[in-house]
């Protein structure tokens, strides 16, 4: 592979669709696997942690919030009528990471994004998802329809582009 | 995550090892605060040194564990784990609320020399 190896055919471009049930152990597994979509991206590894973090938040979040059936049963209740749909893309040398639900929705979600917002009953719960997953990407869309669930788009670029 | 509990007088230290995280925060919760009151510790000191990973709901975790001790006029000491996950605490804000440590040892030291001078 010579110096211009990626040019031709976009060969960085690359995708990747999960599908699983909402419930907490399956966050591990998002994150996880996006990491490993991540790495073929020039990441640094500071930058590989904020993506697990962003993504934890986007799939907890679905955990926590989109299926209260699942909520009441801790978010482990096992998993039937709950789904989270996690679709990964490499393109122009960013990262685009969409995680999606069918659950309830986001009444409002300009309040949700403000830092220390929560529906939660959970005093320990700090409210802080929407605030991390901005924090830690470059850029954060949320789209939610009442009744018919929240996708949650992350795009993420290396801050030094281009391999050494 | 893995938890390991050793009382001295009136301190306690937890060792943290793994993700600390949606998964895990309801076990951290109510282990820590087991033995918090099984032992009467006044003070925490958390070794998150082998912490994997945190995210919002571990950090919540810790900073509920630090609101409980502040009502009965207790500390939280933190041993602060290396690399990426470090940089997340404090983003968080971990260092505002508690003291940090490079080691256990430090820890350890930093509160003996303060109960000498105390």
């Given at each position: 592979?010579?110096?211009?190896?990626?040019?031709?055919?976009?060969?960085?471009?690359?995708?990747?669709?999960?599908?699983?049930?909402?419930?907490?152990?399956?966050?591990?597994?998002?994150?996880?696997?996006?990491?490993?979509?991540?790495?073929?991206?020039?990441?640094?590894?500071?930058?590989?942690?904020?993506?697990?973090?962003?993504?934890?938040?986007?799939?907890?979040?679905?955990?926590?919030?989109?299926?209260?059936?699942?909520?009441?049963?801790?978010?482990?209740?096992?998993?039937?009528?709950?789904?989270?749909?996690?679709?990964?893309?490499?393109?122009?040398?960013?990262?685009?990471?969409?995680?999606?639900?069918?659950?309830?929705g986001i009444?409002?979600?300009?309040?949700?994004?403000?830092?220390?917002?929560?529906?939660?009953?959970?005093?320990?719960?700090?409210?802080?998802?929407?605030?991390?997953?901005?924090?830690?990407?470059?850029?954060?869309?949320?789209?939610s329809?009442?009744?018919?669930g929240t996708r949650?788009?992350?795009?993420?670029?290396?801050?030094?582009?281009?391999?050494? | 995550?893995?938890?390991?509990?050793?009382?001295?007088?009136?301190?306690?230290?937890?060792?943290?090892?793994?993700?600390?995280?949606?998964?895990?925060?309801?076990?951290?919760?109510?282990?820590?605060?087991?033995?918090?009151?099984?032992?009467?510790?006044?003070?925490?000191?958390?070794?998150?040194?082998?912490?994997?990973?945190?995210?919002?709901?571990?950090?919540?975790?810790?900073?509920?564990?630090?609101?409980?001790?502040?009502?009965?006029?207790?500390?939280?000491?933190?041993?602060?784990?290396?690399?990426?996950?470090?940089?997340?605490?404090?983003?968080?804000?971990?260092?505002?609320?508690?003291?940090?440590?490079?080691?256990?040892?430090?820890?350890?030291?930093?509160?003996?020399?303060?109960?000498?001078?105390?």
């Amino acid at each position: 592979m010579g110096p211009e190896g990626s040019a031709a055919g976009g060969p960085d471009d690359n995708t990747m669709e999960l599908r699983l049930p909402a419930r907490q152990g399956n966050v591990g597994v998002v994150r996880v696997a996006v990491a490993a979509f991540a790495s073929a991206l020039p990441f640094t590894l500071p930058e590989l942690e904020e993506l697990r973090v962003a993504v934890s938040e986007a799939a907890g979040n679905v955990v926590l919030h989109a299926y209260p059936d699942l909520d009441a049963a801790g978010g482990d209740g096992g998993g039937d009528g709950g789904e989270m749909v996690v679709r990964a893309r490499s393109t122009g040398g960013a990262l685009v990471v969409e995680v999606s639900d069918t659950g309830r929705g986001i009444a409002d979600v300009a309040a949700a994004r403000q830092p220390e917002f929560t529906t939660s009953r959970d005093p320990e719960h700090l409210g802080l998802g929407f605030t991390f997953m901005e924090r830690f990407t470059d850029a954060l869309e949320v789209e939610s329809a009442p009744g018919r669930g929240t996708r949650v788009r992350m795009t993420k670029r290396p801050r030094a582009t281009g391999t050494p | 995550m893995e938890l390991e509990c050793e009382a001295r007088g009136a301190r306690l230290i937890v060792r943290v090892t793994g993700d600390l995280d949606l998964s895990s925060a309801a076990a951290f919760r109510s282990r820590v605060d087991g033995w918090l009151a099984e032992s009467r510790s006044r003070d925490l000191l958390l070794n998150l040194r082998h912490v994997s990973f945190i995210d919002s709901v571990g950090l919540g975790a810790i900073l509920g564990r630090l609101r409980g001790l502040q009502r009965t006029g207790g500390q939280l000491a933190i041993v602060e784990p290396e690399g990426p996950v470090r940089a997340i605490l404090r983003i968080g804000g971990i260092d505002k609320v508690a003291t940090l440590f490079p080691s256990e040892r430090a820890a350890v030291a930093a509160w003996e020399a303060n109960e000498r001078g105390a």
